[in-house]
């Protein structure tokens, strides 16, 4: 009896069809699908691109082979003769050989011409410094030649202070083509005879005041001078000593050293050599010091600094005055007076410090605001009267804009470095206010302790005794004022003489 076949599916197989997704489900009994022939050719396109695959990665040098050039080429760079004799004798092939010397050669050529490009590769807005970074040579160790020599020109000379220095005035460049004038024969006939006569006033042709025999050593060291060999030197330092006092017995010979001063030591002048100093400056004060010269700029600026001197001492003095007598009259003991002027001193140097005293306050405020942290004391304002600003504003504007006119015509006469800056009047007054803050307590005592000036106002009697006198006056009460400031007059007689009593 033939066994009945079960057409139940297996558990598992459920399960794993249900874990790929929905597929068609296949009993065992039932055979495998046939493949189509579409689907049999995509499987053998599929089958054969793993060959064409394999083709082109082996057509593609490897791991190994690289390594194997790059071996080969550190060999011809750095082994010399001997590495390229080692690549002949492996057999290499000629195209790879010529591979290696040409990549050889053109590394060879870029670091011989590396700054040149360098510079090809910079952009056109690169800078001045760039490019000279990109082409300079890479530090190898040892200073070359040319930056050496460089180096010790600029230390051989100190430069000047950068305060002292001048600005760059780059030149004026006219783009518009000139022609050059047409010289009159007249005129080129003469510079040409004026030449004439200089070359023949050289006394080259005639050698005068001279020897047969010096003569013809002067030609023998001309011709000499000019032979295509180079002439022989000593190399050892005797030999340079020996032809050095040569050199000197002959210019002894000469009389060249008839002329030089004797005695006291000749006086240098450093000024002279140094490039930093414009040449015709230097001539200009070396003029003016031989010769005692003045110079106008040097008159104009006694003039601005007598004038601003005056301007400030004035300024100083009217503030001192008026602070002391405004600060006095708010009443209190002499000691309140002065403490509170003091308070008004520290108010000022915080708030409107002095340019010599500034970094000194803020030094001692670093040092003590730790302890002084818990005491702190509400500081008053700087003492100002706006009314007395009001009132002498007109005098400071005008007494500022003459200092200014001054200030202006010197910096047109005076040269670049010496020229001075023009003032302001609130500048001005902050100084003045920060100088004059410390002095004012010192100024009150002064005015209260100070003997008092008795008035200068006095009366006598009239010398005028008599009948005639007796009768125009009517008494003889009448007082004749005298004063210092103003005279008495007939003006003040008669005024007296006729007042109603």
Known sequence: MIPRVSSSL?????????????????????????????????DQENTSKPDNDGNSQESEPGAMTRRLQEATEEALFSGGSAGRRAVQDAGFSDDLKEKLLNKIADANFRQEFSSAFAEKDLTSAAGEGTRHIATSEPWTGEESTADAVLRMLDDAKKPLKPELRGKFQPPVVDPRVKRTPAVPPR????????????????????????SDKEREEMRKEFRARFEPVARVMPSTPSGLAALANDHIENAIARGQFKNIARGKGVEIDLTRSNPFVDTTEYLMNRIIQRQDIVPPWIEKQQELSKAADS?????RADWKRHASRMIASKGGSLEEQMARADQYAVAERLHNPRQSTEKSVSTTEQ??????????VPLSRPFRDPDWERAEHAYLKLSIEQLNGIARSYNLMAPELAKKPYYNLQRELDACFADVAPLIAKEIKDRATRPRVTSNLTSKPSPFKGDIMGNLVGKDAVKIYERRAEPYGFKEWWKDVWKKE
Do not use: H, M
Not at 20 to 40: H, I, K, V
Not at 188 to 204: E, M, P, T
């Open 367 to 376: 040092e003590s605001g730790e302890s002084s942290e818990p005491d702190i």
């Open 187 to 210: 005129l080129r006939a003469v510079n040409a005879r004026d030449r004439a006569s200089l070359y023949a006033g050289l006394g080259l042709k005639e050698d005068k005041g001279l």
């Open 10 to 42: 297996c558990q598992k197989c459920l399960q794993a069809s249900a874990r790929f997704g929905p597929q068609g489900a296949r009993r065992y009994t039932s055979p495998a699908n046939q493949l189509t022939g579409d689907e049999s050719k995509t």
């Open 311 to 315: 301007f400030r001492s004035r300024l």
